[in-house]
């Protein structure tokens, strides 16, 4: 096996492959790094000035080791030859999406491994040379007895595979950030000679930004369900602290005041605190579910119920939310204007998986309400998307308009609903930015009205709707 790894290539290049891999070029000029997708369309965006995820900080790393700025050779490419990036590297990362199975055994819960399947056969058959395979997906325990049953069969007899555990806990929206600095740098290895010099040579790669005792290595089980448990306690608090804003809200107490309080209990701590419409993002649900699944498999059947509340906590606030806005406006939508500011999974990004919004919305549209939503970096092609999985294009079109700007949004709106809490709604003391009052019909941001029918502060999605990793 190599000791030092001189190049790598990561299959995926999506919202983990491309920032992840763009820190790790820019922190190592003498390593080439070759993101490799079989989606032309996002390879394209990737060596484009336009890149196809919205991250900050993101454009500048991947400039800086793409296109060889500061006077560097560049050492960042994307293409979709999986192949010559398979055997051109001596390490490779798997950065494959791993959903929710839809049918079949596990269907609703367990995680879905033909991605990362294909990906391990296609390393095996192409590699004509030893590889360390490195798995970045988020995968349930036992994958890495998978991927090396798959090397052992399929792959050529005088090649060596290597399979590691090296789960991403970067978090959309801060991505750059979590990837300069990372709490822990997780390695799973086999505790064999090649295992141990297979992680050591990752950690080489890492050890250019990251102090040492930040990279930890463990055995491959804990590294795969470590991902998994944070993943889950972090929607877990989610879900609690939502549990409690319906029973605050049924007593009279105030969810923020709650949370500061509970916060202060320095075995607590105040991060991820804040009441919101839920959870969302391509991760929390699907990691839950995945340990729920991995639970029942091994007959834990009250550990899977435990895990299970967690997302229909998550459920229910969400449903519990929509209903409070209809109560709020007479008990009925029909035909009226709801302006929606925000549509993202959460703050500072683009991506809508999974996002709250697409339930409340949908909930909305079922009422006939006529939605108007403005979200400073989701497409409406986007949205417009999301939606036609639950309602019919002709409702769509009727219900939903998607505005370029939230003074049109909530123009004459009979509520304005906050979803996603980007910064710019947010002022001091006040949701809406006094500019959006006065464009608005409602000429006194103090308006009792409509502070009763917009969003209040507990209701606002803050970590609810996103995460400190994922
Ligand atoms: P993604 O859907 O954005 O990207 C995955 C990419 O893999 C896609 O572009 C797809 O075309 C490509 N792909 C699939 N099979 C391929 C193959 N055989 N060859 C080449 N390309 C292939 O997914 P993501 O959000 O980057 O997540 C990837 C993994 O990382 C998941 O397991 C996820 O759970 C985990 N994860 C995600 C986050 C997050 O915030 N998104 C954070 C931590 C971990």
């Given at each position: ?65 793409r296109d060889g700025l500061d006077g560097r050779t560049p050492n960042l ?378 969003t209040s502060s507990s209701d606002t999605p803050s970590e609810g709707t ?5």
């Open positions: 096996m190599a000791s030092r790894v001189r190049n790598i290539c990561c299959i995926g290049a999506g919202y983990v492959g491309g920032p992840t891999c763009a820190v790790i070029a820019a922190k190592n000029p003498e390593i080439q790094v070759t993101v490799v997708d079989l989606n032309q369309t996002r390879i394209d965006a990737w060596r484009s000035p336009s890149l196809p995820i919205y991250e900050p900080g993101l454009q500048d790393v991947v400039e800086l080791a490419h994307f293409s979709t030859d999986v192949e010559g990036a398979i055997l051109a590297a001596d390490l490779i990362f798997i950065s494959v999406n791993t959903p929710t199975k839809t049918v079949g055994v596990g269907a609703g819960r367990a995680s879905d491994l033909t991605y990362v399947e294909s990906a391990a056969r296609q390393i095996a058959e192409v590699a004509t040379s030893n590889k360390i395979v490195v798995e970045k997906s988020t995968v349930p325990c036992g994958t890495a007895q998978s991927l090396r049953d798959i090397f052992s069969t399929l792959g050529q007899d005088n090649v060596q595979f290597e399979v590691l555990s090296n789960p991403e806990f970067l978090a959309e929206g801060t991505a750059i950030r979590d990837l300069m600095t990372p709490d822990r740098i997780l390695l799973g290895s086999l505790r064999t000679k090649t295992g141990l010099e297979a992680a050591n040579a990752l950690a080489d790669v890492y050890a250019a930004w990251v102090p040492p005792e930040r990279i930890i290595n463990v055995n491959i089980g804990s590294s795969e369900l470590a991902k998994l448990a944070a993943n889950c306690m972090l929607a877990q608090r989610i879900s609690s602290i939502n549990s409690l804003s319906a029973l605050c809200e049924s007593e009279g107490a105030d969810i923020s005041e709650l949370a500061y309080a509970v916060g202060l209990d320095e075995r607590i701590g105040p991060k991820f605190l804040k009441a919101s419409v839920g959870f969302g993002g391509s991760c929390f649900k699907k990691d839950v579910l995945n340990l729920v699944y991995m639970a029942e498999s091994r007959h834990l059947t009250e550990v899977a119920n435990y895990w299970r509340a967690v997302v229909d906590i998550n459920e229910y606030q969400k449903e519990r939310f929509t209903k409070r806005i209809i109560r709020q406006l007479n008990n009925t939508l029909n035909q009226k204007k709801i302006a929606v500011l925000g549509y993202a999974y959460k703050k500072d990004t683009g991506d809508t998986r999974e996002s709250a919004a697409i339930t409340v919305i949908g909930q909305m549209i079922s009422e006939n309400a006529r939605v108007h939503i403005y979200d400073p970096k989701v497409k409406e092609s986007q949205i417009k998307q999301d939606l036609s999985a639950e309602h019919r294009p002709e409702t769509i079109d009727r219900c939903v308009t998607v505005c370029n700007d939230p003074y049109t949004a909530c123009d004459k709106a009979a509520a304005v609903v906050i979803l996603t809490e980007w910064d710019y709604f947010k002022t001091d003391g006040l949701i809406l930015p006094p500019a959006l009052f006065e464009k608005l019909s409602i000429k006194d941001p103090e308006n009792p009205r409509l502070k009763r029918t917009s996103g995460s400190s990793t994922e």
